[in-house]
T-cell receptor, first 114, second 110 residues
Framework: NAGVTQTPKFQVLKTGQSMTLQCAQDMNHEYMSWYRQDPGMGLRLIHYSVGAGITDQGEVPNGYNVSRSTTEDFPLRLLSAAPSQTSVYFC?????????????FGSGTRLTVV | RKEVEQDPGPFNVPEGATVAFNCTYSNSASQSFFWYRQDCRKEPKLLMSVYSSGNEDGRFTAQLNRASQYISLLIRDSKLSDSATYLCVVNRNSGYALNFGKGTSLLVTP
């Protein structure tokens, strides 16, 4: 049982490049979210999904796109990377919704934009 | 006002000590409350949910005061392995996503 798997673990991008951070879970969880974590800022919600085909914005969505075509996968796309997007990105999933069970997190992707 | 506020610490305590962390939240409609633990350069992991009646898990006790919008975590008989950052977490309006506090850093020393 792999849980929540994020790839890559580390990435360096040049300003203006695009890329997709991958997130997959094998627990049949309906709810998935993307957070970024910056020093002194805590975890901030980027986008979330309550099921396949349904996504919504969190508190810091600008510069990021998501889609949810399957229950298992929830990729995060950076459209045109900026140094301000240097951060640690965590994907998380939950079976019954955060309201009941909290989230299981992936191990994170450390992104540096130069 | 931030949605979830915590004292950042750090809290430096000797082994065996009792330590308490506090957290306040701004959304009176919040229904779900958690404490997460995050080790350095690792992902957050669920420590425990927080229930209205208060709940205990071994050396850890969580309390919720809805009237004051206040959550607490008490750690008894601290161990070196308890050293970590403790995150107070409250569900957002939608109920499907979570708001995290910035965390309280705990260092337990020999």
């Amino acid at each position: 049982n792999a849980g929540v798997t994020q790839t890559p673990k580390f990435q360096v991008l040049k300003t203006g490049q695009s890329m997709t951070l991958q997130c997959a879970q094998d627990m049949n969880h309906e709810y998935m979210s993307w957070y970024r974590q910056d020093p002194g800022m805590g975890l901030r919600l980027i986008h979330y999904s309550v099921g396949a085909g349904i996504t919504d914005q969190g508190e810091v969505p600008n510069g990021y796109n998501v889609s949810r075509s399957t229950t298992e996968d929830f990729p995060l796309r950076l459209l045109s990377a900026a140094p301000s997007q240097t951060s640690v990105y965590f994907c998380a999933s939950s079976y019954g919704g955060a309201a009941n069970y909290g989230y299981t997190f992936g191990s994170g992707t450390r992104l540096t934009v130069v | 006002r931030k949605e979830v506020e915590q004292d950042p610490g750090p809290f430096n305590v000797p082994e065996g000590a009792t330590v308490a962390f506090n957290c306040t939240y701004s959304n009176s409609a919040s229904q779900s409350f958690f404490w997460y633990r995050q080790d350095c350069r690792k992902e957050p992991k669920l420590l425990m949910s927080v229930y209205s009646s208060g709940n205990e898990d071994g050396r850890f006790t969580a309390q919720l005061n809805r009237a004051s919008q206040y959550i607490s975590l008490l750690i008894r008989d601290s161990k070196l392995s308890d050293s970590a950052t403790y995150l107070c977490v409250v569900n957002r309006n939608s109920g499907y996503a979570l708001n995290f506090g910035k965390g309280t850093s705990l260092l337990v020393t020999p």
